[in-house]
């Protein structure tokens, strides 16, 4: 049996349920209009085999976006319940959790969203940095006095010691 909660908001009036095995052999598509069921029982499951199934609704509006797909597996007839038991007839069906976990793809989206996010906050960082040192070196250089008429000691003014290093080149004879 398979079952559904329906959102709120749109008057709904029916499903859609696609039923495929995922091996590609059989599908199967369940239409039912003018009823409030939010279940369903699937027939003529395959023992020991692997199933996709997707559920729509159907308002007045038309119908709505498939579910995400849902992937199960029958049971073999070894694993079924004890022929006392009240379900005879069906085959059991394992391994629907109601938490949907990640998709690889979600995963790989996130994580590609999030070292953008890092990406660009490191690089404001970074610009904000080079912004704010060049404001502080624009500031100390209008409030420095100019230093090529503070040394009268050297006719060509400036400061007696400079900071450009000169070149040197040294030519060996052999």
Known sequence: MVSWDVPEGDVIIGYAISQ??????MQRF?????????????WD?????DY????????????????KRV???TLKETDRLPSNSSN???????????EQQLQ???IVIIVTVLLMWAAVIALFCRQYDIIKDND?????????????????ERPTGGLLRSKKKSLSVNIIEV
Not at 45 to 49: F, H, I, N, S
């Open 136 to 152: 502080s070196n624009n500031n100390k250089e209008k409030t420095k006095p100019s230093s090529e008429h503070s040394t009268p």
């Open 104 to 106: 690889t793809g979600e």
């Open 88 to 98: 005879q007839g069906d085959i059991t069906v394992e391994g629907l959790d109601k």
């Open 71 to 73: 992937h199960f597996r």
């Open 52 to 67: 996709i199934i997707q559920v729509q609704s159907i308002s007045l509006h038309g119908e709505s976006q498939a579910s």
């Open 30 to 42: 369940i239409r039912e209009v003018n009823t409030t069921n939010r279940a369903c029982v699937l």
């Open 20 to 25: 495929q095995r995922q091996d590609g052999q």
């Open 45 to 49: 499951l395959a023992e020991d085999a």
